[in-house]
Protein backbone atom coordinates (compact mmCIF):
# COMPACT_ATOMS: atom_id res chain seq x y z
CA UNK A 1 0.00 0.00 0.00
CA UNK A 2 1.10 3.45 -0.92
CA UNK A 3 2.49 4.94 2.91
CA UNK A 4 3.90 8.20 1.23
CA UNK A 5 1.64 10.57 2.46
CA UNK A 6 2.07 9.37 5.97
CA UNK A 7 4.54 9.09 8.27
CA UNK A 8 5.66 5.89 10.53
CA UNK A 9 5.05 6.63 13.81
CA UNK A 10 6.32 3.29 16.65
CA UNK A 11 3.73 2.47 19.57
CA UNK A 12 5.99 3.51 22.86
CA UNK A 13 3.96 3.05 25.52
CA UNK A 14 0.13 2.48 26.18
CA UNK A 15 -1.38 3.19 30.43
CA UNK A 16 -4.70 2.23 30.73
CA UNK A 17 -6.93 4.46 32.80
CA UNK A 18 -9.51 1.53 32.76
CA UNK A 19 -10.69 -0.99 30.28
CA UNK A 20 -11.53 0.81 27.86
CA UNK A 21 -9.31 4.12 27.95
CA UNK A 22 -5.71 4.49 27.50
CA UNK A 23 -2.89 7.01 26.90
CA UNK A 24 -1.20 6.21 23.80
CA UNK A 25 2.62 8.07 23.49
CA UNK A 26 4.34 7.41 19.98
CA UNK A 27 7.71 8.44 18.73
CA UNK A 28 8.18 10.01 15.36
CA UNK A 29 11.53 10.14 13.46
CA UNK A 30 11.32 13.99 13.31
CA UNK A 31 9.54 16.93 15.83
CA UNK A 32 5.79 17.47 15.08
CA UNK A 33 4.54 20.97 14.57
CA UNK A 34 0.79 21.76 14.73
CA UNK A 35 -1.30 24.58 16.91
CA UNK A 36 -2.24 22.90 20.17
CA UNK A 37 -5.31 22.08 20.23
CA UNK A 38 -5.06 20.40 16.25
CA UNK A 39 -5.78 16.71 15.73
CA UNK A 40 -3.65 13.77 14.17
CA UNK A 41 -5.31 11.37 11.54
CA UNK A 42 -3.52 8.30 12.85
CA UNK A 43 -4.26 4.37 12.37
CA UNK A 44 -3.40 1.34 10.45
CA UNK A 45 -1.67 -0.03 6.95
CA UNK A 46 -0.77 -2.68 6.05
CA UNK A 47 -0.55 -5.57 2.97
CA UNK A 48 -3.79 -6.77 4.50
CA UNK A 49 -6.33 -3.93 4.39
CA UNK A 50 -7.42 -2.76 1.28
CA UNK A 51 -7.71 0.76 2.54
CA UNK A 52 -5.93 2.31 5.84
CA UNK A 53 -8.13 2.42 8.72
CA UNK A 54 -7.22 5.75 10.16
CA UNK A 55 -9.26 7.81 12.58
CA UNK A 56 -8.86 11.77 13.79
CA UNK A 57 -7.32 11.57 17.45
CA UNK A 58 -6.77 15.31 19.40
CA UNK A 59 -3.17 15.61 19.93
CA UNK A 60 -2.33 16.14 23.66
CA UNK A 61 1.40 17.06 23.87
CA UNK A 62 2.86 20.59 23.08
CA UNK A 63 4.13 20.83 19.34
CA UNK A 64 7.81 20.34 18.17
CA UNK A 65 8.27 17.07 20.24
CA UNK A 66 9.03 13.49 18.77
CA UNK A 67 6.85 12.18 21.29
CA UNK A 68 2.96 12.52 20.42
CA UNK A 69 0.54 11.46 22.82
CA UNK A 70 -2.99 10.60 22.65
CA UNK A 71 -5.86 10.04 25.12
CA UNK A 72 -8.25 7.66 23.43
CA UNK A 73 -11.32 5.36 24.81
CA UNK A 74 -11.86 2.28 22.97
CA UNK A 75 -15.35 1.74 21.32
CA UNK A 76 -15.89 -2.14 21.64
CA UNK A 77 -17.58 -2.52 18.24
CA UNK A 78 -15.82 -0.09 16.81
CA UNK A 79 -13.71 -0.49 13.16
CA UNK A 80 -10.33 0.76 14.81
CA UNK A 81 -10.29 1.39 18.89
CA UNK A 82 -10.24 -2.49 19.62
CA UNK A 83 -7.06 -3.27 16.69
CA UNK A 84 -5.30 -0.42 18.54
CA UNK A 85 -5.56 -2.50 21.97
CA UNK A 86 -4.36 -5.09 20.27
CA UNK A 87 -0.79 -3.09 19.80
CA UNK A 88 2.27 -3.96 21.86
CA UNK A 89 5.08 -1.90 22.18
CA UNK A 90 7.41 -1.30 19.26
CA UNK A 91 4.47 -1.92 16.63
CA UNK A 92 3.75 0.56 13.86
CA UNK A 93 1.10 3.18 13.71
CA UNK A 94 0.53 5.81 10.35
CA UNK A 95 -0.31 9.36 10.21
CA UNK A 96 -1.29 11.53 7.95
CA UNK A 97 1.42 14.38 7.28
CA UNK A 98 -0.80 16.98 8.08
CA UNK A 99 -2.20 17.65 11.72
CA UNK A 100 -5.43 19.84 11.08
CA UNK A 101 -8.25 21.63 12.99
CA UNK A 102 -9.98 24.62 13.85
CA UNK A 103 -10.24 23.72 17.52
CA UNK A 104 -7.11 25.98 18.83
CA UNK A 105 -7.16 28.92 21.10
CA UNK A 106 -9.30 31.98 20.18
CA UNK A 107 -6.75 34.72 20.64
CA UNK A 108 -9.19 37.46 19.99
CA UNK A 109 -10.13 36.63 23.92
CA UNK A 110 -7.93 36.66 27.07
CA UNK A 111 -9.92 34.49 28.73
CA UNK A 112 -11.03 30.83 27.99
CA UNK A 113 -13.14 28.33 29.62
CA UNK A 114 -12.61 24.94 28.19
CA UNK A 115 -15.23 22.15 28.78
CA UNK A 116 -14.45 18.13 28.36
CA UNK A 117 -15.78 14.79 28.63
CA UNK A 118 -13.21 12.26 29.70
CA UNK A 119 -10.80 12.26 26.53
CA UNK A 120 -12.20 15.91 25.37
CA UNK A 121 -9.83 16.99 27.64
CA UNK A 122 -6.63 16.52 25.24
CA UNK A 123 -6.74 19.10 23.28
CA UNK A 124 -6.66 21.59 26.62
CA UNK A 125 -3.67 20.18 27.89
CA UNK A 126 -1.59 20.84 24.68
CA UNK A 127 -2.60 24.36 24.71
CA UNK A 128 -1.96 24.72 28.68
CA UNK A 129 1.65 22.85 28.50
CA UNK A 130 1.88 24.93 25.57
CA UNK A 131 1.31 28.22 27.41
CA UNK A 132 4.07 26.78 30.37
CA UNK A 133 6.71 26.36 27.63
CA UNK A 134 6.49 29.69 25.99
CA UNK A 135 6.02 31.64 29.34
CA UNK A 136 9.04 29.36 30.66
CA UNK A 137 11.12 29.97 27.50
CA UNK A 138 10.46 34.22 27.58
CA UNK A 139 7.88 34.21 24.14
CA UNK A 140 5.22 35.47 25.93
CA UNK A 141 5.12 37.24 29.55
CA UNK A 142 1.16 37.91 29.96
CA UNK A 143 -0.97 34.27 29.81
CA UNK A 144 -4.39 33.95 28.60
CA UNK A 145 -6.73 32.67 32.04
CA UNK A 146 -8.15 29.51 31.35
CA UNK A 147 -10.58 27.49 33.23
CA UNK A 148 -10.77 23.88 32.28
CA UNK A 149 -13.93 21.41 33.33
CA UNK A 150 -12.91 18.45 33.10
CA UNK A 151 -16.15 15.38 33.33
CA UNK A 152 -16.34 11.53 33.44
CA UNK A 153 -18.21 9.04 35.19
CA UNK A 154 -15.24 8.24 37.59
CA UNK A 155 -12.66 9.62 38.69
CA UNK A 156 -10.11 7.61 37.31
CA UNK A 157 -10.97 7.72 33.88
CA UNK A 158 -9.80 11.66 33.61
CA UNK A 159 -6.35 9.32 34.21
CA UNK A 160 -2.95 11.47 34.89
CA UNK A 161 -4.58 14.45 33.13
CA UNK A 162 -6.82 15.24 37.16
CA UNK A 163 -3.12 15.02 38.72
CA UNK A 164 -1.36 16.92 36.16
CA UNK A 165 -4.02 19.73 35.58
CA UNK A 166 -4.63 20.03 39.13
CA UNK A 167 -0.96 20.26 40.44
CA UNK A 168 -0.34 22.74 37.20
CA UNK A 169 -4.06 24.94 38.61
CA UNK A 170 -1.83 25.07 42.41
CA UNK A 171 1.28 26.48 40.45
CA UNK A 172 -0.41 29.00 37.91
CA UNK A 173 -2.90 31.29 39.09
CA UNK A 174 -4.24 31.80 35.08
CA UNK A 175 -5.18 28.02 35.48
CA UNK A 176 -8.41 26.78 37.06
CA UNK A 177 -9.39 23.52 37.13
CA UNK A 178 -12.58 21.34 37.84
CA UNK A 179 -12.94 17.84 37.58
CA UNK A 180 -16.12 16.08 38.24
CA UNK A 181 -17.51 13.01 38.56
CA UNK A 182 -20.77 11.86 37.54
CA UNK A 183 -21.33 8.87 39.28
CA UNK A 184 -19.79 9.20 43.27
CA UNK A 185 -21.63 5.96 44.03
CA UNK A 186 -19.07 4.45 41.81
CA UNK A 187 -16.04 6.18 43.09
CA UNK A 188 -16.85 6.34 47.35
CA UNK A 189 -13.45 8.13 48.02
CA UNK A 190 -14.00 10.78 45.70
CA UNK A 191 -14.73 14.11 47.57
CA UNK A 192 -14.67 16.73 44.64
CA UNK A 193 -17.77 18.34 42.76
CA UNK A 194 -20.07 15.89 41.79
CA UNK A 195 -22.37 16.07 38.69
CA UNK A 196 -22.06 15.84 34.89
CA UNK A 197 -19.53 18.34 33.38
CA UNK A 198 -22.58 20.44 31.46
CA UNK A 199 -25.11 20.82 34.55
CA UNK A 200 -22.19 21.96 37.30
CA UNK A 201 -20.59 24.50 34.26
CA UNK A 202 -22.57 27.17 34.84
CA UNK A 203 -21.54 27.88 39.01
CA UNK A 204 -18.05 27.45 38.23
CA UNK A 205 -17.91 29.99 35.18
CA UNK A 206 -19.92 32.48 37.22
CA UNK A 207 -17.25 31.55 40.95
CA UNK A 208 -14.28 32.33 38.69
CA UNK A 209 -15.05 35.49 37.44
CA UNK A 210 -15.12 34.62 33.80
CA UNK A 211 -17.66 37.25 32.37
CA UNK A 212 -19.36 36.04 28.84
CA UNK A 213 -18.58 39.34 26.96
CA UNK A 214 -14.56 38.84 27.91
CA UNK A 215 -14.67 34.86 26.98
CA UNK A 216 -14.23 32.28 24.49
CA UNK A 217 -16.18 28.99 25.44
CA UNK A 218 -14.83 25.66 23.93
CA UNK A 219 -16.59 22.41 24.32
CA UNK A 220 -15.38 19.03 23.37
CA UNK A 221 -16.02 15.24 23.13
CA UNK A 222 -19.43 13.36 23.82
CA UNK A 223 -21.77 15.32 21.33
CA UNK A 224 -24.99 15.91 24.19
CA UNK A 225 -22.32 17.54 26.38
CA UNK A 226 -21.80 19.55 23.42
CA UNK A 227 -25.18 20.40 22.59
CA UNK A 228 -26.00 21.24 26.60
CA UNK A 229 -23.12 23.70 27.40
CA UNK A 230 -23.53 25.24 24.27
CA UNK A 231 -26.98 26.03 25.67
CA UNK A 232 -25.77 27.33 28.80
CA UNK A 233 -23.05 29.51 27.22
CA UNK A 234 -25.60 30.68 25.03
CA UNK A 235 -28.20 31.76 27.83
CA UNK A 236 -25.29 32.84 30.20
CA UNK A 237 -24.67 35.45 26.77
CA UNK A 238 -21.54 34.21 25.21
CA UNK A 239 -20.99 35.71 22.11
CA UNK A 240 -22.08 32.81 18.97
CA UNK A 241 -18.50 33.37 17.00
CA UNK A 242 -16.88 33.07 20.60
CA UNK A 243 -18.17 29.61 21.60
CA UNK A 244 -16.15 26.74 19.42
CA UNK A 245 -16.99 22.79 19.52
CA UNK A 246 -14.87 19.65 18.56
CA UNK A 247 -17.70 16.34 18.61
CA UNK A 248 -16.04 13.55 18.37
CA UNK A 249 -18.84 11.55 16.98
CA UNK A 250 -22.55 11.33 16.00
CA UNK A 251 -24.71 9.32 18.38
CA UNK A 252 -25.76 6.59 16.15
CA UNK A 253 -29.68 6.67 15.95
CA UNK A 254 -31.68 4.04 18.29
CA UNK A 255 -33.87 1.67 16.76
CA UNK A 256 -37.46 2.71 17.46
CA UNK A 257 -39.12 -0.25 18.88
C1 LIG B 1 -11.68 16.01 15.42
C2 LIG B 1 -11.83 14.72 16.21
C3 LIG B 1 -10.95 14.44 17.23
C4 LIG B 1 -11.09 13.26 17.97
N1 LIG B 1 -10.24 13.02 19.01
C5 LIG B 1 -10.42 11.92 19.77
C6 LIG B 1 -9.58 11.70 20.90
O1 LIG B 1 -8.67 12.47 21.23
N2 LIG B 1 -9.81 10.56 21.64
C7 LIG B 1 -10.80 9.66 21.31
O2 LIG B 1 -10.95 8.64 22.01
N3 LIG B 1 -11.60 9.87 20.24
C8 LIG B 1 -11.42 10.95 19.46
N4 LIG B 1 -12.20 11.14 18.36
C9 LIG B 1 -13.10 10.02 17.94
C10 LIG B 1 -12.29 9.05 17.04
O3 LIG B 1 -11.91 9.70 15.85
C11 LIG B 1 -13.08 7.77 16.64
O4 LIG B 1 -14.35 8.13 16.18
C12 LIG B 1 -13.25 6.80 17.80
O5 LIG B 1 -11.99 6.46 18.37
C13 LIG B 1 -13.95 5.51 17.33
O6 LIG B 1 -13.21 4.92 16.29
P1 LIG B 1 -13.50 3.41 15.87
O7 LIG B 1 -12.92 3.19 14.52
O8 LIG B 1 -13.11 2.46 16.96
O9 LIG B 1 -15.07 3.35 15.78
P2 LIG B 1 -15.94 3.59 14.46
O10 LIG B 1 -16.00 2.32 13.69
O11 LIG B 1 -15.44 4.80 13.74
O12 LIG B 1 -17.31 4.00 15.09
C14 LIG B 1 -18.30 3.11 15.43
C15 LIG B 1 -19.45 3.90 16.03
O13 LIG B 1 -19.12 4.33 17.33
C16 LIG B 1 -19.50 5.69 17.54
N5 LIG B 1 -18.50 6.27 18.44
C17 LIG B 1 -17.29 6.77 18.12
N6 LIG B 1 -16.64 7.19 19.23
C18 LIG B 1 -17.46 6.92 20.28
C19 LIG B 1 -17.37 7.12 21.67
N7 LIG B 1 -16.29 7.67 22.22
N8 LIG B 1 -18.39 6.72 22.44
C20 LIG B 1 -19.50 6.15 21.90
N9 LIG B 1 -19.65 5.94 20.57
C21 LIG B 1 -18.65 6.33 19.76
C22 LIG B 1 -19.48 6.31 16.15
O14 LIG B 1 -20.44 7.32 16.09
C23 LIG B 1 -19.84 5.14 15.24
O15 LIG B 1 -21.21 5.10 15.05
C24 LIG B 1 -12.11 12.32 17.63
C25 LIG B 1 -12.98 12.61 16.58
C26 LIG B 1 -12.86 13.80 15.90
C27 LIG B 1 -13.86 14.08 14.79
Known sequence: ???????????????DFSDDLA?????SDEPVEFTPGQYATI?????????PLLRP?????APGSTDLEFFIERVDDGDLTPELWTLSEGDDLWMRDKIVGRFVLDDTYRQHVMVATVTGVGPYVSIVRDQIRRLNNGRIDDPHRMLVLHGGSRSWELGTYRVELSRLADTYDWLNYVPTVSRPWEDPDWDGEMGRVGDVLRKHVDAHGFAPEDTAAYTCGHPQMIDKAQGMFERAGFSEDAIHEEKYFVERAHASA
Open 43 to 51: GLIDDERDR
Open 1 to 15: MDTSRYSRLTLTERK
Open 57 to 61: YSVVN
Open 23 to 27: VFHCS
